[in-house]
Nanobody, 124 residues
Framework: VQLVESGGGLVQAGGSLRLSCAAS????????MGWYRQPPGKERELVAA???????YYADAVKGRFTISRDNAKNTLYLQMNSLKPDDTAMYYC???????????????????WGQGTLVTVSS
């Protein structure tokens, strides 16, 4: 299974970016998919997650600004990021699990697929 992210870059505060995650398999095969981020010098955190059977999850820091979505026909997961802040600067990773969003929130060391990451830099 391969996940390939794209769409990162440098943007000014208040701007928008859309990240994409193209999967080499049918994304229906995953129980849940999500986006993690790791700011410089900090731990990785789950930003948003999507599942066909659970409620969509957003971290408090991004609620109302980020939207996770998927295009099943293209086997692609997206993260629309609006009103970006310098604190959003991080490496963003796409991930998939055959388990649940709850499992993703509990631990990220057992996920089934990871992308290579795409860097988002927000300037003030």
């Amino acid at each position: 299974v391969q996940l390939v992210e794209s769409g990162g870059g440098l943007v000014q505060a208040g701007g928008s970016l859309r990240l994409s995650c193209a999967a080499s398999v049918n994304i229906f095969s995953f129980g849940a998919m999500g986006w993690y981020r790791q700011p410089p010098g900090k731990e990785r955190e789950l930003v948003a997650a999507d599942s066909s059977v659970e409620s969509t999850y957003y971290a408090d820091a991004v609620k109302g600004r980020f939207t996770i979505s998927r295009d099943n026909a293209k086997n692609t997961l997206y993260l629309q990021m609006n009103s970006l802040k310098p604190d959003d600067t991080a490496m963003y990773y796409c991930a998939g699990t055959y388990s649940t969003i709850a499992a993703m929130r509990a631990a990220d060391n057992t996920l089934d697929a990871w992308g290579q990451g795409t860097l988002v830099t927000v300037s003030s």
